[in-house]
């Protein structure tokens, strides 16, 4: 059986600043990933030394900061949130990291910039926002997505989406349970669905 407090007490504590934006988050009931998913994605953007991250679904940056702290010093990092306000407390934390020179805050929705986003050839791309869009998401990220780069999506497996169907099921809940399936068998991606947190869907491109 897992054990967080053990796998708590096993891995090294937090930086101070990502500590505070995560602590920010929670008393102000700002969405973020679990401290779980931040690590597994600082280890993929170690791991292949991602210079190129575009990330949708911006909130306070707590997941921006675990992926700008990895990534080598030449990188840079794309991330879009329409909510001034969350991003204005987000590009605090950037410039406290010393990070805001390589971090682009693109404050539109992301239905209206992904289609025609400009840069190609991604390492890594980080989605984590309002659920009923992922599918819309995806099919824009993937052709932007390098060969053997990451498509990375949060909270896949909230509470209830397991379960089986019932009529009166939430909108976001139904859209995930389409979404679980199409990612699956997207035909350009080795995807999978993992349970950490509340479940990481990991994809690579493949063709």
Known sequence: MRDDAYLARLHRELPPLLLEC????TYDGVPAIDRATGRLLSVLVHGMQA?????VGTAYGYATLWMALAMPAAGRIWTIDPDMERTRVAASF?????KA????????PARDVLPTFPQRNIDVIFIDADPESYETYLQACVPILKRSGYVILGH???DGVARAPKANDAPGLKALRTFHK???AHPQLDASIVPIGDGIGIGARID
């Open 22 to 25: 995560e602590q920010q988050g």
């Open 101 to 108: 020179d390589v971090i682009e805050i693109v404050n539109t």
């Open 94 to 98: 950037f410039e406290r990291a010393g």
């Open 156 to 158: 896949l497996l909230p």
């Open 51 to 55: 210079n190129r991250i575009l990330e």
């Open 182 to 184: 199409a990612f699956i």
